[in-house]
């Protein structure tokens, strides 16, 4: 229904990547890689970024771009952290999170759609002031997370699979419905599409940006109390490439940079790949550096199928 | 004589030093396809725009069934029954015809579902489609992006559209500008099938075989004022391209004692 035939094709055949890459390190290390061990930990390695990369869909598809994500998990992980120390509540602290991820996007959304400043400048400048702001609060030295929020919600299973990914999957999954079926995914579609027609059709634009942007804040925010609980450290240095692994996970999936076409089932695999590359590198004992050469060409391929595709439509 | 659909007087709107409209009148009456003709830089698309609600005027009055109205947004326009066909189209490229037919007034499912914002897809595919074939306007699928179609069924699809939601008026800019021969007589088709429905249309076109074609009136601006109007059944095409053009002088066959155009005919 929605404009999303040229992901679609591109969802199966980056779908069928996925499935090569399973059963090629599932035959070359039978005994390792395809158990049930190893895959739970591929998805949780998988889970927190999954959220980043599921906000950052609507931004592309938008036609925008989110870097400041990694800088809004930080902040958000530290606000928490120090809340749950001031307070003692773990809800709080969530609160804190979520509160301190939404109040970034909505910045972000505010000045790419009132200030009409670029995207990209808009969410490097946020990126610099977050991740300034979370050293400034944190003396540059890592919080702790509490031990009931890192022994608790870090731990917690349910039906075998840690808690974390399960809220990661339900959260993803209904943002995925919501942006096929609600009149909100629509409207993120038509202005990725052509802004100034979604305008004269009575879209309100500004708006549905800042309610987009908002939204991947809030779930930088919510990964980085996830986050949190999983590491158990704020991790202040070690988010510095999550906007670049989200940005490459949702265009890998066939979402475009150039707005208008994408889903979240994409991005989903998207945010596989390099997940699988890493860990199948790890167990086959190839250096993992391997990784990150592989899904940069991996990201160039997918620009350039869906370059090659929407020139082949147009003619 | 009934009373106007439309009735724009002394219609000033400047763009900077650079006066688009001068004092400029238009006159739409219900059921009726006015052209509104003139050369490049005479004030067509402004008039425009600020009778769709796109722009303001500066100076001079707009009135609706005789009520003077100041649209202050396309929306306040709308509501008044009056919709536009933009040159540029305004379609979105990635969605489906029916998507860009409910753009902005989509249809949500009945109860729950509906309250959580989901979109009752199926009955605007229905509607969108017995739009189009109540128009003539034949497309291969519903669902293929708006973009894997030709530019006639485009503008088809845009102007099903505009007429879809119009209730008094639509505006078209340059409706056949980039059309070949057989998109531009489907266009052309469209439009009087518009006007058999009781819906008036201004046509605004360089085009003097498609205003001959399928106007009732022409209305001919130059240098942003009314110069002359005309019965399209009493034209030639030397006379309107003199008015447009200034080689002829003013004027102005259409006053209000004007009711020689039989109806129905």
Sequence with gaps: MKGVRLGRSQVVWIGLVLLALLAAFSALAPRTFPTAFNLLNLVSDAAILLLLATGMTYVII????????????????VAAAEV??????????????????LAWGVLNGVLIALGRIPALIVTLGTLGMSLGGALLLTG???LRAPTDLNLGLGLARWLGVPLIVWICAAITAALALMLAYTRFGRHTYAIGSNAEAARRGGVAVRGHLIRVYGLAGLLAGLAGQLSLAKYGITGVSAHSTDNLQAIAAVVIGGTSLFGGVGTVAGTVIGVFIPVVLQNGFQILGVRPFWQQVVVGAVLVAAVYVDQWRRRARDQ | MAVPLIAAREIVKSYGHVEALRGADFTLRPGEVVALIGDNGAGKSTLAKILSGVERPDEGTVEIDGEPVAFGSVEEARSAGIETVYQDLALCADLSPA?????GRERLKPGLLGLLGVLDNAAMR?????ACERLGVRLASQTAPVSALSGGQRQGVAVARAVTWARRAVFMDEPTAALGVVQTRLVLDLIRSVRDSGVSVVLISHNMQDVKAVSDRVEVLRLGRRVARFDTANVSMEEL?????????????????????????
């Design chain 1, 62 to 77: 938008t036609a925008g771009i989110d870097l400041s994500v990694g800088g809004v998990l930080v902040f958000s992980a």
């Design chain 1, 84 to 101: 749950m120390d001031a307070t003692g509540s773990l809800l709080l602290g969530t609160l804190a999170a979520l509160v301190t991820g």
């Design chain 1, 140 to 142: 540059g030295v890592d």
């Design chain 2, 99 to 103: 998507a860009n037919f409910f753009l």
């Design chain 2, 126 to 130: 229905r509607a969108a489609q017995e």
């Design chain 2, 241 to 265: 391209v003199g008015a447009m053009t200034g080689a002829l002088g003013s004027q102005d066959d259409g006053g209000p004692g004007d009711s020689g155009r039989g109806s129905g005919a």
